[in-house]
């Protein structure tokens, strides 16, 4: 399903037809090091990934994680969506691109649209978070219009993240 386009991208929901991608994304080195090693080693990980992952909070919340797509070819180039986790009262925005298609703009085009979205749904503030480390999404996020709010440590989870905020 179709949840927007931007000026060169789709956003829709994830498909299980997309394990193969998600199976990619998710072993690049980038998310390995970034977000974490989720444990995807074949496309029936992939395809639980995607059932468990963002099928499920579609259902729960009516939105998740979006399948980022070049418009003119479909190609599915990252994710970008929002995210209602547990450990963080408000909703965050994440975004995930394959190394390829980094540094073009795109997480920046479609973060733009979500944070949009996000506040035609309803939401009056979104939050992100990131690893200390982490320069590139760091510096997305206050291009994006978000301030630094301290850090947070996730339930089970021992690494402190940096978190961001902004008001819709």
Same mark, same amino acid.
């Given at each position: 399903m179709k949840v927007f386009e931007t000026e060169r991208l789709t956003l829709r929901w994830i498909e299980d037809r997309d394990a193969k991608f998600i199976y990619t994304l998710l072993n690049e080195p980038g998310w390995i090091k970034y977000i974490g090693d989720k444990g995807i080693?074949?496309?029936g990980d992939a395809t639980s990934y995607i059932k468990n992952g963002p099928r499920a909070m579609y259902e729960r919340e009516?939105?998740?994680l979006?399948?980022?797509q070049l418009k003119e070819c479909q190609t599915?180039? $990252?994710l970008c969506g929002l995210i209602k986790r547990e450990g963080l009262v408000d909703v965050d925005i994440g975004f995930a691109f394959l190394k390829d298609y980094q540094s073009n703009g795109y997480a920046f085009?479609?973060?733009?649209k979500t944070l949009e979205y996000a506040k035609n749904i309803g939401l009056k503030k979104?939050?992100?978070i990131t690893t200390k480390d982490n320069q590139s999404s760091s510096k997305l996020l206050g291009k994006l219009g978000m301030s630094h709010? $301290?850090?947070v440590t996730l339930p089970g989870d021992r690494e402190e993240l940096n978190k961001y905020t902004v008001v819709l």
């Open positions: 080693h074949n496309l009516g939105f998740g979006f399948l980022a599915p180039i $990252g085009e479609a973060a733009s979104i939050v992100a709010d $301290g850090c």
